[in-house]
């Protein structure tokens, strides 16, 4: 099986609101694809349609060439980090896996790995409901590990980390790349997916802005390759930020 997501064309409107305007990408095997934009660009909205969440108006979403509701073990063909906190709160880290791994066919053994893959070996049988939302992520993560698959999708998976977490997710996801994987991962924060992501989608209102690697873009901003990739994405997204006052610097 091929280890891509292609999106082509997605348009997706909530009543009035359009949340995709004709989004087009492809996220390739062997290195990190940065997903970015402004609040309400629709980088969560193709999240959710790719993985058969929200289904577009028009356009297609393909995991590994076909789509995700034909999969027929999802879990081993794409892992998926969209809501950290969607967890029953009564069950213990390992129960939750548990329970997911069952769904799937996969065995306990596979459950205790990703655990300690995560960094949550030690507090496998506390309540999901207790943890802090970087631990949430780190459970989150696990799942997503979970069928060993060769596509991964995490939305903001940064959030809450500490810096310790933020090291460790930086190079799990360099790593997850480094074996073939293809890895597409939504962020805010800049400066960490200039450290990781050879690869950048920039979205906008619904439309793709950008959709090339992090050194061409730099390439082609006022201050070249010295330059960061938070000025390219302001130079390009300042027209299309829906609540201005949250990128103005
Ligand atoms: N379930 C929904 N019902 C109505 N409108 C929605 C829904 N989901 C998303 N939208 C709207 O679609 C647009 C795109 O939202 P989306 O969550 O995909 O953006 P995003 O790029 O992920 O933003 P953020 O960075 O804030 O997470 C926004 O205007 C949002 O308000």
Redesign the pocket.
């Known amino acids: 099986m091929e280890s891509t997501i292609e999106v082509s064309d997605l348009h997706k409107r ?2 009035r ?1 359009v ?1 995709l305007d004709g989004v087009s990408f492809t996220v390739r095997p062997g290195h990190v694809t940065g997903f970015v ?10 999240m959710r349609v790719v993985l058969g969440l929200a289904a577009p108006n028009a356009g297609t979403a393909l995991v590994g060439g076909v789509p995700y509701r034909t999969l027929r073990r999802p879990l081993t063909h794409v892992g998926a980090l969209l809501d950290a906190g969607a967890l029953q709160p009564s069950r213990s880290a390992r129960n939750h896996l548990l329970w997911l791994a069952h769904s799937q066919g996969f065995a306990a053994r596979r459950v205790d790995e990703v655990l300690e893959q995560a960094g949550l070996g030690e507090v496998r049988r506390r309540k999901a409901g207790g943890f802090s939302l970087g631990m949430r992520q780190r459970l989150g993560i696990a799942a997503a590990l979970l069928g060993d698959p060769p596509v991964l999708m995490l939305d903001e998976p940064f959030n809450g980390l500490d810096p310790e977490g933020i090291v460790w997710m930086r190079g799990l996801l360099g790593t997850l790349a480094a074996e073939g994987r293809a890895v597409l991962v ?1 962020s ?1 924060l800049m400066s960490e997916l200039q450290h990781i992501a050879a690869h950048v989608v920039i ?1 906008g209102r ?1 439309r793709v802005l950008a959709d090339t690697t992090v050194s061409e873009l730099l390439a082609a901003t006022p201050g070249g390759s010295a330059g960061s990739l938070e000025d390219a994405y302001f130079a390009l997204t300042r027209d299309a930020v ?1 609540f201005r006052g949250e990128v103005a610097r």
């Open positions: 909530y009543g609101t949340a934009g402004p609040n309400g660009a629709g980088k969560s909205t193709t939504s805010h979205v619904g829906e």
